[in-house]
């Protein structure tokens, strides 16, 4: 992405971002307190691999996993017993247990190699138990790995398409243990905003009174807000629906740019200014090398070659611009002016660092 892009994107969406903000539903903008995923994970086998599997010799845990496993099964294998096998894999299950899943209902999961099997493709997953951080079992994962990717190889050449070595499994876990849940303990519940903001939370707790009835929301802070909901489960349920079909207009968002470092991508919102300040740009370029020169002794004479390396240093330097900004320049004035001056994607990160150090950016720089 180049400046004249990002310059193009600013005159489009200025009058876009420059009307006020629509109300959005309240579940858009917070959450309910209590109301969240539980992470999961369990180590397994997956086995019936066309040959893909991981190499034993370079992946001993994969061969103590089958051994164990046949051991469990009542099959003991003599003592020295080297196994060379092709077909097996060593993965990582993972998932996410929803809110108020009950045993008995079904959850898709992810498999991931461990080791240096080249494909998991025509996989199956043999029974694997599936922890949380608590190191309690919570759910069960078998199935048949589907893997989206492909790839081909022949007569030295290979062609690959998306990763190969890692797949997902649909509703394969069986959620074995609930999750207990305290939503509404007390009589009340908390709402939890996305993004930290004392004029969004007062606005929330006005349209909650103003729907329900004053008293029933507070603010504790510019995040969490309390709210008193029904004792009855079915009437706290019903309340809970209404709640969060709320609309609510936020608050405008602090003046934000965010610069990712490794792909030269620039985005600012409309709320970027600038105060009274000169940029001056230039091109410095120094390079470094060394000429290298050999030495031979007559014929026949005794001695030996001899290398030696003269260093050789230049600097070049184009010519510099300034440039004049007045205060208050707004986003399509700032993305403007870099591009006058020939500003590369990291010239501008430089740039705006430099800008904000000297107090001239007013906004909140974030570098990714």
Do not use: W
Not at 65 to 87: C, D, E, F, R, Y
Not at 298 to 319: H, I, L, N, R, Y
């Amino acid at each position: 992405m180049n400046l004249k892009t990002i310059a193009l994107c600013a005159a489009l969406l200025g009058p876009l971002m420059a009307t006020t903000a629509h109300a959005e539903r309240l579940k858009d903008l917070a959450s309910i307190g209590g109301v969240r995923q539980n992470q999961l994970s369990g180590y397994g086998l997956v086995v019936g691999l066309d040959g893909t599997g991981d190499q034993t010799t370079q992946t001993p845990f994969t061969v103590q996993s089958i051994m164990a496993m046949l051991q469990q099964k009542g099959i003991s294998l003599p003592a020295g017993t080297q196994l060379q096998l092709k077909n097996v894999a060593a993965v990582m299950v993972t998932t996410s247990l929803p809110a108020f899943a009950q045993p008995g209902q079904t959850i898709d999961v992810t498999v991931s190699s461990m080791g240096n099997a080249k494909s998991l493709r025509g996989g199956t997953l043999l029974m694997t138990p599936l922890q949380g951080a608590d190191g309690q079992v919570y759910a069960m994962a078998q199935g048949n790995v589907l893997v989206g990717g492909a790839g081909v190889s022949g007569g030295g050449a290979q062609v690959q398409v998306n990763q190969l070595s890692v797949g997902r499994i649909s509703a394969s876990a069986t959620v074995e243990r609930a999750v207990a849940s305290n939503l509404g303990a007390d009589n009340q519940v908390k709402l939890e905003l996305n993004t930290t903001d004392f004029a969004t939370a007062s606005r929330v707790v006005e349209a909650v009174n103003d729907k329900f009835g004053p008293g029933i929301a507070t603010a504790l802070d510019g995040r969490v807000i309390r709210v008193r909901v029904p004792s009855s489960s079915d009437q706290r349920v019903s309340f809970l629906g209404i709640l969060e079909s709320l609309d609510v207009k936020p608050a405008e968002a602090a003046a934000k740019i965010i610069l990712n470092a490794r792909t030269g991508s620039v985005v600012m919102n409309r709320a970027v200014t600038l105060e009274p300040c000169a940029i001056a740009h230039g091109n410095l370029s120094v390079s470094i090398g060394a000429d290298t020169q050999v030495s031979q002794p007559p014929a026949g004479s005794f001695g030996s070659t001899a290398v030696t390396k003269t260093p050789q240093v230049s600097v070049k330097k184009d010519a510099g611009k300034v440039i004049m900004l007045n205060g208050g320049a707004s986003l399509a004035e700032v993305v403007k002016a870099m591009n006058a001056i020939g500003a590369t994607p990291q010239d501008l990160l430089a740039i705006l660092q430099a800008l904000k150090a000297a107090g001239s950016l007013r906004a909140e720089l974030e570098i990714i």
